[in-house]
T-cell receptor, first 111, second 111 residues
Framework: DAKTTQPTSMDCAEGRAANLPCNHSTISGNEYVYWYRQIHSQGPQYIIHGLKNNETNEMASLIITEDRKSSTLILPHATLRDTAVYYCIVRVAGSQGNLIFGKGTKLSVKP | TAGITQAPTSQILAAGRSMTLRCTQDMRHNAMYWYRQDLGLGLRLIHYSNTAGTTGKGEVPDGYSVSRANTDDFPLTLASAVPSQTSVYFC??????????FGQGTRLTVV
């Protein structure tokens, strides 16, 4: 799986968009970008994933650059409940093996 | 749907005693995993199973055993608990696109 780099922490004002970046410059052509988050004391939660096109679901949007070397997870209207550690993971879809979580980005949404 | 169900939610266990952490999924996923998460550390894989009838060792398997008699259940057993096994345990399963779903965790304290 390709290595990812994320900022250690970020702050966001409640109601504003939270934009979480991820660098994955060594991503290969068949690797997807997955985003998960872990709210304190809860199990990790899947958010979204994509290959090369931008994706949107009820939780977030995923913007992947044309060269696929970086991506941004967007929470359009952050709430206090979005405070969590966000993980960007790159891997081949359908491949066997567990997810390897890095340190992620600690997002703090402030009133 | 329930997704991943773990039991118990929490447990205090005397050192030297045995215990089985239960995990059931209703998504018919082939792959299942057990992770532990310690304060300030990331998720570490204990054991995994790519399909019913098969299991494999993860990063920290010592002191733990698993079985996968059917698709839905993946119990984790501590044969003789030690204080260093105090942790939060997460069970997970993944679909064909490697989207992984986690349970809410079992908080285990070994005293």
């Amino acid at each position: 799986d390709a290595k990812t780099t994320q900022p250690t922490s970020m702050d966001c004002a409640e109601g504003r968009a939270a934009n979480l970046p991820c660098n994955h410059s060594t991503i290969s052509g068949n690797e997807y970008v997955y985003w998960y988050r872990q709210i304190h004391s809860q199990g990790p939660q899947y958010i979204i994933h994509g290959l090369k096109n931008n994706e949107t679901n009820e939780m977030a949007s995923l913007i992947i650059t044309e060269d696929r070397k970086s991506s941004t997870l967007i929470l359009p209207h952050a709430t206090l409940r979005d405070t969590a550690v966000y993980y960007c993971i790159v891997r081949v879809a359908g491949s066997q093996g567990n997810l390897i979580f890095g340190k992620g980005t600690k997002l703090s949404v402030k009133p | 749907t329930a997704g991943i169900t773990q039991a118990p939610t929490s447990q205090i266990l005397a050192a030297g005693r045995s215990m089985t952490l239960r995990c059931t999924q209703d998504m018919r996923h082939n792959a299942m995993y057990w992770y532990r998460q310690d304060l300030g550390l990331g998720l570490r894989l204990i054991h995994y199973s790519n399909t019913a009838g098969t299991t494999g060792k993860g990063e920290v398997p010592d002191g733990y055993s698993v079985s996968r008699a059917n698709t839905d259940d993946f119990p984790l057993t501590l044969a003789s608990a030690v204080p260093s096994q105090t942790s939060v345990y997460f069970c997970a399963s993944s679909d064909q696109l490697s989207v992984t779903f986690f349970g809410q965790g079992t908080r285990l304290t070994v005293v």
